[in-house]
């Protein structure tokens, strides 16, 4: 029991996390449904064949490996002081995909070798943000509030892609 008490003692209060994750969330599937919804459709309905259309699908990658740098992630996310890594990766990695996506913009609505690329580097950079979010939400919910911390994490991405 104590070492649990010490271990969220520093924590921030439970609903500041939710609003923070819970933010996080929206903001990354928003990226996942403007890269799986709502680009494929502008680009059908501009006559793009669907072979093209299908190489959007290349940005599932980042999320389905994203296991491989998860470790790095963490060492990273706990360097300095109390949540000052999580802090740098996720204002960061905000950063880098708004980045991506005004650079995606001035590309414009075609199917290149440097949309995919950009779409790619958006979602490895959502997915890096996405495991320090994860992890800053595990370390400094406490166990009661776990269910809450998962209804952010399920409930952001639904809300976003609206």
């Known amino acids: 029991m104590d070492v649990q008490r010490s271990l969220y003692s520093d924590a ?7 609003l923070a994750v819970g933010a996080l969330y929206v903001s990354q599937s928003v990226i996942g449904g403007l890269t799986m919804l709502g680009l494929p459709a502008v680009l059908r309905k501009d006559g ?25 992630v963490e060492r990273i996310r706990h360097l300095g002081s109390a949540h000052r890594g999580t802090r ?29 690329f950009i779409l790619v580097f958006v979602a490895l950079i959502a997915s ?32 976003g892609r609206q």
């Open 48 to 72: 793009l064949p669907l072979d093209q259309i299908g190489l959007l699908y290349l940005t599932v990658i980042p999320w389905s490996l994203k296991f491989l740098w998860s470790p790095h």
């Open 12 to 18: 921030p209060a439970p609903h500041t996390i939710f």
């Open 88 to 116: 740098v990766l996720t204002t960061l990695g905000s950063i880098l995909c708004a980045m991506g996506l005004v650079a995606l913009a001035f590309n414009g609505p075609a199917i290149t070798v440097t949309t995919v």
């Open 128 to 159: 890096t943000v996405d495991i320090a979010c994860d992890g800053f939400a595990v370390e400094n919910l406490k166990p009661e509030h776990h269910g809450w911390g998962n209804a952010a994490q399920v409930g952001g991405p639904m809300s």
